[in-house]
């Protein structure tokens, strides 16, 4: 199922997370409230807070940051917890139990 409003190319975070949500077929009351979330969003097509987003890259997400490692990015992995990290801080490694004194 497409996103059916009237959306070429959605032109904020919240168009975009609506119509992704549309495409996913969710329940009526679901695909009800995104409906009207897209028809808010034709009257205020601006996001009012700016964040660093790129909804056609996969990421994940820098544990100490909270901001989002894009696919090729450099970045530093815990292997005990698998967290990433965008660099390496003490606080960024985990000790296993057993290790630790």
Do not use: W
């Not at 996103?3 to 904020?12: A, M, R, S």
């Amino acid at each position: 199922m497409a996103c059916n409003i009237h959306i070429v190319c959605p032109t904020t975070l919240v168009q975009t997370c609506a119509c992704r949500l549309l495409e996913l077929s969710p329940g009526q009351k679901i695909a009800d409230q995104a409906r009207q979330v897209l028809t808010a969003c034709e009257k205020t097509s601006t996001d009012a807070v700016r964040i660093e987003y790129d909804p056609r890259n996969p990421f994940d997400i820098c544990s100490i940051t909270f901001t989002p490692i894009y696919k090729g990015s450099k970045f530093v992995e815990d292997p005990y917890t698998g967290a990433c990290c965008l660099r390496l801080l003490p606080c960024c490694l985990s000790v296993p139990p057993e290790l630790s004194s």
